[in-house]
């Protein structure tokens, strides 16, 4: 009979963030282990985490559970023993660990979660942004081979249009080392902006910049950009966000938690909607536009190690969202035909930083 795997959250910084919960769950396991390339915990010790446990703690890779489906914890989990799996912050955020566990549940194994604090949340805490006041999420990422993804762009570009704030979560890049910082996510915002020069945002544009969350003493800066590039945030993990419309306690919120200047958020400064409808409407039609030329120029160059029906299925998504966006601004729904109009985005620079895919953009 199969045993059970269980997603354990560890939490951020250090292993104190683990819940009592998880770490019951986690000393009752017959088998535990741990993965950390998915965020960065720089107070974590592996040597005080086995001790907390109270049994050895097996590290893994991307490599392990993405390239090989997660098979040393299923193999376990198979052969009749309780399998736990200790991850950074929250454990269903990252998508990796979603994958894992469906195909866990497919093979009829156990699965069960245990949660802890995430970025998510942490970010509410230590600005006073109201958290029903977020869009939605996005990554900014390093360029791959010279291109940019615009994902985080129109993802900011289509919570600006509601009001909303977007929380930018940063490139990690455990194998290499590297890990984006608030200076390197605003220089790449900037690039985008001046590709694509559609005047979402400038130096004077307020952000807030988040280090450290969940440490002793967590760095949290309010400002424009051009103050947040010059700004010593310390060693990372660092997280971005860019305000939507403040509510005067959202200002205050800033001022005192945040040390943003009066002038940081003077009106104008803050990414926010001119007129929702027409301004959005003005994106879709361009979105939409710039779509039936990318997929007029895009050639395909091969599965790779994807497989053709990956391929496919993902090719199949980005021409339905993009089908989805023409609709939705015919309908009059213009908001929505930018939310579309973004997915199909996303879906094909993905496909092209992976080099199965090419295509152009209008120039």
Known sequence: MPGSLTFIGLGLHDEKGITLKGLEAARRADVVFLELYTSLMPGLSLSRLEELVGKPIRLVDRRVLEDQDAEPLIEEALGGRDVALLVPGDPMVATT??????????????????????????????????????????????????????????????????????????DARAEEGRFMTVRE????????????????????????????????????????????????????????????????????????????????????????????????????????ANLDFAFSTLEVHGPG??????????????KRYHEDARRFLEAGKPLTSVAAASYAEGLIDALRLLGLVDFRWPS
Do not use: W
């Not at 939507?244 to 926010?272: C, I, M, W, Y």
């Open 97 to 170: 660990h979603v994958a894992v566990r469906l195909r866990a549940e497919r093979l009829g194994i156990r699965t069960a979660v245990v949660h802890a604090p995430s970025i998510i949340s942490a970010v509410v805490g230590l600005t006073g942004l109201q958290a029903y006041k977020f869009g939605r999420t996005t990554t900014i990422t390093y360029p791959e081979k010279g291109l940019l993804s615009e994902v985080p762009y129109r993802v900011i570009a289509e919570n600006k249009a509601r009001g909303l704030h977007t929380l930018c979560l940063l």
């Open 185 to 288: 996510a605003l220089e790449v915002m900037l690039e985008l902006e001046e590709e694509l020069g559609e005047g979402l945002l400038g130096p004077g544009t307020l952000a807030v910049g988040v280090a450290r969350a969940g440490s002793e003493k967590p760095v949290v800066k309010a400002g424009t950009v051009e103050e947040l590039m010059d700004y010593d945030f310390g060693p990372p993990p660092h997280t971005l966000i860019f305000p939507g419309e403040l509510h005067f306690l959202e200002a205050e919120a800033l001022k005192v938690l945040a040390g943003a200047s009066d002038q940081a958020l003077a009106p104008g400064k803050a990414v926010r909607p001119r007129s929702i409808e027409g301004e959005a409407r003005e994106k879709a039609e361009k979105y939409v």
């Open 305 to 318: 190690p994807v497989g053709p029906e990956a391929l496919n299925h993902v090719l199949d998504l980005a």
